[in-house]
């Protein structure tokens, strides 16, 4: 899924400003943290169920986008390969048909995308809620004056012992244990689409 909620929209459902990573902690040594959130999200147990059942949720509504797109292609195959013989009046309901499996692919495909949408971002809102709670414990307590979204701003460089998104999602699935098990790595991100990606409908012919 390339697209992913972008920071700042994804701090908007979580409810706080960027200043809201800031954890202030008087009289301790001044360190700055970097947190990568939306990959800490995805790299949680918790994140990795949850898009995993979101792909599982949805991957019906993509066959069926994958059959519409098969049907579109065979329409479009059967004009190209039998033009010199079919009559102009099948001509013109072959393309007919074509037209209108090609509108309802696109309302398919959009509804899929707008429901997908709304389901991620809500996981994304639950989880990140959860997860900043941690960032801020964890900042009072091994004082941190600042922890920036590493995902939010331009960063050219950091040591590597500054960046906490690794310990935040230890400290994360800790506390929040799931169940289900879980791959090694973070859960791939989302198409623009919102849905694993279908080929192109095919182009309408010309007559």
Same mark, same amino acid.
């Given at each position: 899924?390339?697209?992913?909620? @972008? ?36 790299? *949680? ?30 329409? *479009? ?82 040591? *590597? ?16 244990? @799931? ?13 623009? @689409? ?8 095919? *182009?309408?012919?010309?007559?």
């Amino acid at each position: 899924m390339k697209t992913r909620v @972008s920071t700042l929209t994804l701090l908007f459902f979580l409810g706080i400003t960027p200043a809201g990573l800031l954890a202030q902690s008087p009289g301790a040594p001044s360190k700055v943290g970097l947190v990568n959130i939306q990959e800490a999200i995805l790299s *949680t147990a918790e994140g990795k169920k949850s898009m995993a059942d979101l792909q599982k949720k949805y991957q019906p509504r993509q066959q069926e986008i994958q059959k519409e797109n098969q049907d579109i292609q065979a329409i *479009t195959d059967q004009l190209q390969k039998q033009a010199a013989t079919l009559s102009d009046e099948e001509q013109r309901r072959l393309n007919r048909d074509l037209e209108e499996k090609q509108k309802l692919l696109k309302r398919t495909q959009e509804d899929a995308q707008a429901d997908f949408s709304t389901d991620r971002d809500e996981m994304f809102r639950r989880i990140g809620q959860k997860i900043v709670k941690v960032i801020q414990d964890y900042a009072s307590k091994n004082g941190f004056s600042l922890v920036i979204g590493s995902d939010q701003i331009p960063i050219y460089y950091a040591a *590597t012992e500054v960046d906490l998104t690794d310990q935040i999602v230890k400290l994360y699935d800790a506390a929040n244990p @799931s169940d289900a098990p879980t791959s090694g790595g973070p859960a791939a991100p989302a198409t623009r @689409s919102g849905t694993p990606s279908a080929p192109k409908p095919a *182009t309408k012919p010309k007559p």
